[in-house]
């Protein structure tokens, strides 16, 4: 065999796409609002928007240039509420989400990987844990674990998200782990380490990644719906979103002319969780390297 | 673990087993298998699906499954026990003295790294390169491969890359680490037959250019006509006929060897020729008979061979073995020999579309 028929050029060469599809103006959209909520969040004290714990009108006022998106039943800013609302809403969330993937999400890639007694283990527990409804779980503790704080409501919601995160990032690191670049990173001569976060991390990012951002927004829901139940910080020491709709609540179903004080909180936390999924979702595309675009 | 003299055979295999434990009962993938394998030496395994060339390949890398398997017999890698190693001390001969072609392109290279970095990686762990060495590394072996344009194929993501390309890429990371064992699991078998010929030849080109030995499974009898120094047929786990790939072709003993010859297309058949094909199915492992598992199938069966298992018995030339009751005459296999084309259809068509400047491969078959 002669080196010229070794290096014959082979005809079957691809050209690599130059150019990736741009993201498009309706993310960068999604992604402002985010930013927006974040630095309304993290930020709120400073921006000069009225003081949202204080009586400044007469209640249940519509919108105006003082108030721009109105005032709820005992006088207090709704803007300023529902901007500060995003503090609590947003820290439950990503700490509950922190906690889930932490353990979840770890314990899920070490029990595919490694298979035996400790995936028998945590697979079990995991199942046990979601053949009951979280949210009764999470109303029981709650109810007896007073009083209801920060810190309480991410641990609790977070450990609860612990098996549903297990149960993905499980299933997507055994998907994984059968293919034949593992075994073939494994001949080379890679460490388990090395598989771990070479070969299988990557791989199992993307699934992680669109189930953390469902994940922030159903917490976001998910507050809303312990707020509801009371079960959630009470209201008078921070607004959350689901706490702002509790409230208006009774407003608006004596006197359906108050409209704004439940459309705009509820309409935050819409917009929010849209723009967070459809950030995610154009994101894990753009980065897609698995799909060939044509 | 011991180290033997050099000029030993690269690979000793002593009635190597390798059974799944299923739910049904034990199954004898591969059922006492014994070779030898020469340095610098080309092997072919070939058989139908399921005769277990596969798992024989695997447990021959230590890479069988760790539950519900077990592996008996031995097999001596350049002077190192396989069965029974843990991954720690097989870790120690992955990569440098065996490497593997894995069959399918499509799902060997992880699709999230760089073709490059990929190549790159066992460079990186094994012989502890820099990472600009590596690179640089990679690049070269991107070109030895036939790559075009190597340099900027490095950042190739491999959906970027066609099939081809992809099995270049998988040959380059095997051959990274300058193997003596390259074992090449039907290394083709994902391509097309224009792409086959001209893996095949690379192949073969680096394998004369690198003095390794490399053992070839597959099921596509043209693939090894041409490439091997020596063939083992397989049935049912078992083999049934091994020798020079000559004896092989032309004196096979084996009447299953025969009939997968039969089943092979030809250019020398006037066209429209209907292809022979073997009458049934490879036989369920889980319930073997205790005679020769080919029997239900041969047309050449008697009664003794549904009663006693034929052993490997020595034929006339040396080193070729076969195991049957009722062997085909010595010298039968004039069925070949009038032809003075190819075997197979890859060979011929790649002669057809692509001319080689090398025309041994064809022309004078089985002379090798």
Request: charged share 15%.
């Amino acid at each position: 065999m002669t080196e010229q028929s070794i290096n014959e050029t082979s005809p079957e060469v691809v050209e690599q796409p130059e150019k990736k599809e741009p993201l498009g103006v309706f993310f960068w959209l999604c992604l402002s609002w985010l930013i927006l909520v974040a630095v309304g969040a993290i930020f709120g004290n400073l921006l000069p928007i009225p003081d949202p714990n204080e009586m400044l009108s007469m209640p249940n006022e519509g919108m105006s240039a003082a108030h721009w998106l109105g005032t709820d039943a005992l006088g207090r800013d709704i803007f300023s509420r529902i901007v500060i609302g995003s503090r609590i809403s947003l820290t439950i969330s990503i700490g509950s989400m922190a906690i889930g993937f932490g353990v979840g999400g770890t314990l899920g890639m070490l029990a595919a990987f490694r298979r035996g007694i400790l995936d028998l283990v945590a697979t079990s527990i995991a199942f046990m844990f979601l053949a009951f409804p979280s949210i009764i779980g999470v109303i029981a503790v709650l109810s007896f674990w007073h009083p209801a704080s920060l810190g309480k409501i991410t641990l609790v919601v977070g450990i609860t998200s612990i098996p549903l995160v297990y149960r993905v990032v499980r299933a997507a690191t055994l998907a994984t782990a059968s293919k034949e670049y593992v075994t073939a990173a494994k001949v080379m001569g890679a460490r388990d380490r090395r598989i771990l976060f070479r070969e299988l991390l990557p791989n199992v990012a993307p699934t992680a990644l669109s189930f953390l951002l469902f994940g922030l927004a159903t917490v976001v829901v998910f507050e809303g719906i312990l707020a509801f139940l009371g079960l959630s910080l009470p209201p008078y020491l921070a607004p959350s979103w689901g706490n702002l709709i509790n409230e208006s609540r009774d407003a608006i179903t004596s006197t359906p002319r108050n409209w704004f004080l439940i459309v705009f909180p509820s309409l935050a936390l819409c917009l929010f969780v849209l723009c967070l999924n459809f950030v995610g979702d154009r994101l894990r595309s753009y980065f897609d390297v698995t799909e060939v675009k044509l | 673990m011991s180290y033997q003299n050099q000029t030993s055979d690269l690979l000793v295999v002593e009635n190597l087993t390798t059974t799944f434990n299923t739910a049904r009962g034990p199954l004898p993938a591969v059922g006492g298998v014994s070779f030898t394998l020469g340095r610098n030496a080309t092997l072919g395994v070939v058989g139908e699906s399921g005769s277990g060339k596969t798992v024989l390949s695997r447990t021959i890398m230590g890479l069988q499954p760790r539950v519900n398997v077990e592996v008996g017999g031995s097999v001596l890698l350049d002077g190192h026990q396989i069965v029974g190693a843990t991954d720690d001390n097989l870790r120690e001969i992955w990569g440098t003295t065996v490497a593997m072609i894995f069959q399918d392109p499509m799902t060997s290279l992880n699709p999230v790294t760089k073709v490059g970095k990929q190549i790159g990686e066992s460079l990186r762990i094994r012989l502890g390169m820099s990472k600009a060495e590596a690179k640089t590394r990679a690049i070269e072996l991107l070109n030895l491969v036939g790559i075009s344009s190597p340099a900027e194929r490095y950042d190739a993501f491999p959906t970027q890359l066609s099939g081809g390309m992809r099995q270049r890429v998988m040959i380059a990371i095997a051959l990274a680490c300058n193997p003596t064992l390259l074992m090449a699991d039907e290394p083709t078998t994902g391509l097309d037959v224009t792409i086959q010929a001209q893996i095949l030849n690379l192949l073969d080109g680096l394998q004369a250019e690198r003095q390794m030995s490399v053992m070839l499974v597959t099921h596509d009898l043209g693939v090894v006509a041409t490439r091997t120094d020596q063939i083992i047929v397989m049935y049912a786990g078992r083999i049934v006929e091994m020798g020079s790939t000559r004896d092989v072709f032309l004196n096979h003993r084996m009447p299953y060897t025969r009939a997968l010859l039969e089943s092979t297309p030809r250019v020398s058949n006037p066209s429209h020729t209907r292809l022979k094909t073997i009458p049934g199915r490879p036989p369920n492992l889980l319930k073997l008979q205790q005679g020769c598992a080919f029997a239900p199938r041969c047309s050449r069966a008697t009664e003794q061979c549904s009663i006693e298992r034929p052993l490997l018995q020595p034929a006339a030339a040396q080193g070729h073995m076969f195991a049957c009751w009722n062997p085909l005459d010595s010298g039968s296999g004039d069925i070949q020999r009038s032809s003075n084309v190819a075997v197979s259809a890859p060979t011929t068509l790649s002669q057809a579309v692509t001319p080689q400047p090398t025309t041994t491969e064809i022309g004078d078959d089985y002379e090798r």
